[in-house]
């Protein structure tokens, strides 16, 4: 069978390869993508913890619904934001999306 | 558990080979002698103008952003709808809300005018 | 001798354990067998559903449809695979290869791979998974992704505008659709379709008329079938996302969209007419088969009597049913249903059956007063624009006297 | 010698990881967005893997049938990007790469230290259902009940929101 460790450590991989593309990338639907990634190693965490550490309690599977949930919001106005800013700015590379930073 | 999945893993790597075997066969027995006119893309018989990535109308946006939040909320009103004979009275009850909670959302973008196409 | 295909089951795994396998081998090895046998199957039903189609839709424009190759043109489908076969593949200019190459084959896999848990008669079901209804969701959900990675990917302005009203559509009817599944399940209480079959002492239709209706519509629209095939409008965007497509590869997208309708078909044998279920079906399991697919050719034929019934609708009307009819009309369903359910508990069947077909009869009155009165307005607006305002909303001031 | 389940969660790891290193390397955006499809498709698996066969088909419908849809819609609606033969990566990636390599290793390193990373799951007991039970503990007032009820809320807000911001007529 597979350690939990195995997918603790696919999780965190997982995890930094989103972490890099939110650091990295210019292109703000591409930061996002970064961001889904991270939320799915999250969620591979909570249900491997679930399976392994106590099944008999349902916390980890409630858990994950709520990352789903959470996925699902913050990619709905996150890319509104996206191709609001484009029609004003016809941009959506995020360096120039400064003003608020004056 | 895992045994009922078999099968479905074992679908999800054959079914593929199917289409690939019918894709494969034609490289063998069809010509294949492409010219540069022949490889245009289509365009009411003219030739094309433009480029392909024209803009599109942002409705199509707006739609799929109402379905994602529909989407998610229904998907986990299944395990409530398996639980069913668990449930009392109120369990029923408050699923029901959690989706009525979306009707609202529902309401809005309709007066809004999300819903209309023009 | 009551069921040849367990009988042949049970033979193959004993001479397999007589050659001295491990007991997990053999079932991943039987499990294959299953997965080749349903899929060539399902493959060959799908080469006979061209010359079906074909017939059918002949027939309902008085035609006589193919009649030359063999008995009734029953050859006609070979005839059309070998001709795909030896015909040559255009990739067009700019195009992405890989995606493009990728899209059809996704087509035609997801489609046979909703066959994995259809269950076919009581003892041939692929596989018995406990979120069986939202697996085919999620097949369907593969599915719509290989229809924009189809426009996308042939460089194409028309394929691009079809693609993304194929999927506008899709995912708009998705909602009802899926809401229309759960109905069901909340009667089963259980998402595994065999369970879902077997709890049909009473067919679904009777206790969820609306619910199959709803399924019915929204089947029709996610196959882009008419009156809801504004994806490939030959007048307007020529043939939508697959217009780039030759050869074989338009001819897998083309079985791909018959499996899918006949696929919807059993699927609404399996969710709303009780699936194999049938005289007998429960002793003689190999008249199940029969039966289920009885149910899915005559779903199936319905699908193809809408198709070649009705007009297109513009893709306002369309998005308009689907969001402001459907979708209210079957969230109230599904509200309904679940609290009388709760409430039905312990009743006698037939008191439950009769209330919940009662309840849908009710809400069907409502929405066909609704509905009247409603068109009665379109009409008169059509009919006399001076008395109504042009712009919404049509204020009801004025009583609906005349309907011409 | 591996168990075949295993392999399979090699392969299956293998193939998502570099999915989504696709992710956060290729230029055409499009093409990004399919290659986070398989990356979540992969996941799926994972999930199935985990004995959560609910999750994986939420995956699948959630993630590969609305979130990446959504997505591609948004890249074809600020197409002009999409095909920016520029570089698509800040001049500071360097720095990102270590900063994720550095959590990585971070993590690892706990991982390592940890004594309850068991190697086998504990075997479920007969009828044990947990679709039916996740379905008992979302409306149940003492368990989460709360949670579910704020999920509606928090995606009926971001519904509103997200309408409000990509909405203004001008």
Redesign the interface.
Known sequence: MIPLSWYLIFAAALFSIGLFGVLSRKNAVAILMGVELMLNAVNVNLIAFWRYLSFETMAGQVFAVIVFAVAASEVAVGLALVISVYRRRQSIVADDINLLKY | MLNDWLFVGLMLVMAPIFPIAALIIPRILAPKKPNPLKSQTYECGIETVGDTWIQFKAQYYNFALVFLVFDVEIVFLFPWAVAFNQLPLYGVIVGILFIEVLVIGLIYAWRKGILEWF | MADPVTFIAQWLRDYLTNLGLASEWISVIMAALGVVVLASAVLLVDIFLVWVERKVVARFQDRLGPNRLGPFGLFQPIADVIKLLIKEDITPQGADKFVYNLAPILALATVIMLWAVIPISATVAGSTINVGALYIVAVGAIGTLSIIMAGWASHNKYALLGAFRMVAQMISYEVPMVIAILIPVILAKSMTLTDIVESQSVWYIVLAPIAAIVFLIGAQAELGRAPFDLSEAESEIVAGFHIEYTGMKFGLFYAGELLHAMTFGGLFATFFLGGWRGWGAETYPILGIGYFFIKAMFMYWVIMWIKYSFPRVRIDQMLNFCWKFLTPLILTVLSITAIMDKLLTGVPYWIYVLAMLLMNLVVLYFVYRTVGSYARKERQKVADPAKVRVNFPVKASTTPTQVS | MM?P??VI?ILV?AI??GA??M??TTRN??????W??L??FG?AI???????????????????????????????????????PG????S??P???V???A??GL??LF??GWD???????A?PDG??????????????N???I???V?????????????I????RK
Not at chain 4, 29 to 34: C, D
Not at chain 4, 59 to 78: K, N, P, R
Not at chain 4, 87 to 90: A, E, H, M
Not at chain 4, 128 to 141: K, M, Q, R, T, W
């Open positions: 168990s389940l295993q969660f790891s998502t990881l989504a290193l992710v956060v955006m499009v093409r990004a967005a399919l986070l499809v990356a979540l996941v994972l999930f199935v893997l985990l004995e959560a066969g609910f999750f994986a088909v939420a995956q699948v419908i959630i993630y590969i049938g609305a979130i990446a849809i959504l997505m591609i819609f948004a890249i074809m609606l600020t197409r002009r990007i999409a095909q920016d570089p698509q990566i800040n500071t990636w720095l990102a790469a900063i994720a390599l959590i990585f993590i690892v991982i390592q309850k990373t068991m190697s086998t799951p504990p479920l044990f259902a947990p679709l039916s039970d996740l379905g008992v503990a979302l409306v149940s007032a368990q989460y009940l949670p579910f009820e999920a509606s809320i928090l995606l009926l807000a971001a519904l509103i929101g997200a309408i911001i990509a909405w203004d």
